[in-house]
């Protein structure tokens, strides 16, 4: 499964990509949440460090499950 993480310029935060709708890109938190509207004109390259912590909590997180 591959994941696609942006970061909202608008404040900074980090968020995956859950998809596309009405000409907005839905991001989520990396440890979940809800979900926001970006506009795509207020999306960013996340950086590699923050994706890969990102993916590491999510693995983490998955390890502790029952």
């Known amino acids: 499964m591959s994941e696609e993480y942006a970061i909202d310029v608008r404040d900074g935060r980090l968020g995956q990509v859950m998809g596309r709708e009405g000409g907005y890109v839905r991001l989520r938190p990396p440890g979940g949440g809800c979900e926001w509207d970006c506009p795509p004109e207020a999306l960013g390259e996340a950086p590699p460090g923050e994706v ?15």
């Open 52 to 66: 890969l912590r990102a993916r590491v909590r999510r693995l983490n997180a998955e390890g502790r499950l029952p």
